[in-house]
């Protein structure tokens, strides 16, 4: 499989950006990856990227975007932070990939059985870890079909914050980044979320 150029990228619609995630991750679940060669993609990005998606996803080990869509070197600019978070510095991070750098989808990539999901619906207070997980109670303000067992030992409540909190980081990508809220309704991208189970390595996207 060869590595993005230019053209190519200029090519992709952002549905077609999003049906290329869809099938890398079906090979993924599959255990089909894709022929690549790494070292010649080394060469042929050598002097430039054309990434055709921009994907936030959470730290955690077994969530690489790289992996679970089985893309190669230049395909995807992969943003990483716990729970999936959106800040300033995130925001400028998919301005650059989408208004300089031309991708055509930016995806919020959370999944199951999170930590920082799971840390926030108990209240954790450590550090730094607190003001992180600070962004996270606003997925579990709306969370209003629990009424009991609101932490993390209830695994229902904490798969509705996971879902929240997607929906909710999509919406502030929109609503704190005019430049891609215009993008996006002018039909250059597409900002949609996505939910990764780690039991069966599937994304389920909510478009």
Same mark, same amino acid.
């Given at each position: 499989m060869r590595t993005h150029t230019k053209e190519t990228q200029e090519g992709l619609t952002p549905e077609h950006a999003l049906d290329i995630l869809k099938e890398g991750n079906a090979r993924f679940v599959n255990n089909? @990856? #894709? %022929?690549?060669? =790494? =070292?010649?993609?080394?060469? +042929?990005? @050598? *002097? $430039?990227q054309f990434p055709f998606a921009a994907i936030l996803s959470c730290i955690d080990s077994r969530t690489s975007a790289e992996l679970i869509f089985d893309q190669g070197l230049g395909d995807v600019f992969s943003i990483?932070? #716990?729970g999936n978070i959106l800040n300033d510095d995130i925001l400028g *991070?998919?301005?650059? #990939?989408? @208004?300089i750098a031309g991708s055509k989808l930016i995806v919020v990539l959370g999944h199951t059985k999170c930590g920082a999901i799971e840390g926030a619906c108990d209240n954790i207070e =450590? $550090? %730094?870890?607190?003001t992180l997980l600070n962004k996270v109670k606003p997925a579990i303000a709306i969370e209003k079909e629990t009424s009991a067992d609101r932490n993390s030992k209830n695994k229902k409540f /904490? +798969?509705?914050?996971?879902?929240?909190n997607?929906? =909710?980081?999509?919406? @502030? /990508?929109? +609503?704190?980044s005019p430049m891609l809220r215009e993008m996006e309704q002018s039909g250059k991208i597409k900002i949609i979320g996505g939910l990764y189970d780690l039991d069966t390595g599937i994304v389920t996207f909510f478009e």
């Open positions: 089909i @990856k #894709a %022929h690549r060669n =790494l =070292l010649e993609q080394v060469n +042929e990005t @050598k *002097s $430039g990483r932070i #716990a *991070s998919m301005e650059f #990939a989408c @208004k =450590l $550090g %730094h870890i607190t /904490v +798969e509705n914050v996971t879902v929240n997607i929906t =909710l980081t999509v919406q @502030k /990508v929109k +609503e704190q």
